[in-house]
């Protein structure tokens, strides 16, 4: 299993398969617009400007389930670029613990679960996907996204 059995829906409504990504590497975030910790879009959107070419993608996933999140999938996302100016893609409001988890979280948890616990503690808990779709690290809510430049450098050149 990998994230490449996963689907995914844009704030927009349309569905995918992330398998659309095979052989990319990946960085999937659960985010929150009102969250102290939103100003990390803008290291992504850094991130993901550096090194979209070179086969990296940032996936935004909205989730109110820290109560820090706009109303709809779209204001949400609308927000993200507005404010912060995201070009990555961004998805629906989905849950990340409890019963209604996203599978897609569902199975990054599960995978990761020895290096920050099976729960998502917080907003902009972030996932390093590799090539192959499995989950390399995981990276706690306060942790910079620019501290992960060396290991998206090392992957890319997997």
Not at 44 to 53: F, I, M, P, S
Not at 69 to 79: D, I, L, M
Not at 113 to 121: A, D, E, N, V, W
Request: charged share 25%.
């Amino acid at each position: 299993m990998s994230v490449y059995d996963f689907e995914a829906t844009l704030e927009n409504g349309e569905t995918y398969s992330l398998d659309k990504y095979k052989g990319h590497v990946m960085i999937i975030v659960n985010t929150a617009t009102k969250c102290g910790l939103a100003p990390q879009f803008k290291e992504l959107e850094e991130l993901y400007e550096k090194y979209k070419d070179q086969g990296l993608v940032i996936l935004g996933f909205p989730s109110n389930q820290f109560k820090q999140e706009v109303g709809s999938s779209e204001e949400a996302a609308e927000s993200c670029r507005l404010t912060y100016g995201v070009s990555f893609p961004m998805h629906q409001l989905c849950q990340v613990n409890g019963s209604d988890t996203l599978p897609l979280f569902k199975y990054l948890k599960d995978e990761t679960r020895g290096t920050l616990g099976s729960s998502i503690k917080w907003n902009f808990t972030k996932f390093l996907i590799d090539k192959n779709g499995e989950p390399a690290t995981r990276y706690a809510p306060q942790t910079s996204p620019l501290k992960m430049t060396e290991d998206i450098e090392t992957l890319l050149k997997e």
